[in-house]
Nanobody, 120 residues
Framework: QVQLVESGGGLVQPGGSLRLSCAASGFTLDYYAIGWFRQAPGKEREGVSCISSSDGSTYYADSVKGRFTISRDNAKNTVYLQMNSLKPEDTAVYYC?????????????WGQGTQVTVSS
């Protein structure tokens, strides 16, 4: 059974950091890209970052470039999203999702999400 489980969310002050984890089970991440998405209340879901399966190419939304870093540990079947210099506008539920091959559209399996709240 394919499953993705996010963790690491929480409440953090502006300027703080969090590291989100996306643990995969039921399949091997080696051949799959992982994307991170977020959805704030009243807003549409948006793509945040993605890491491809083959060469590890990474992609970031303009709003998080220079602050967020995506990485993968295939041995642990886990992808991480290091989030630094967090802003209140980063507050959202963060989801990870997977698709075969490289980053692109139509992600298949999704996790249940983890809440990130940036507030003083």
């Amino acid at each position: 059974q394919v499953q993705l489980v996010e963790s690491g969310g929480g409440l953090v002050q502006p300027g703080g950091s969090l590291r989100l984890s996306c643990a995969a089970s039921g399949f091997t991440l080696d051949y799959y890209a992982i994307g991170w998405f977020r959805q704030a209340p009243g807003k549409e879901r948006e793509g945040v970052s993605c890491i491809s399966s083959s060469d590890g190419s990474t992609y970031y939304a303009d709003s998080v470039k220079g602050r967020f870093t995506i990485s993968r540990d295939n041995a642990k079947n886990t992808v991480y999203l290091q989030m630094n210099s967090l802003k209140p506008e980063d507050t959202a539920v963060y989801y990870c999702a997977t698709r075969y091959g490289g980053c692109g559209a139509n992600f298949g399996s999704w996790g249940q999400g983890t809440q990130v709240t940036v507030s003083s």
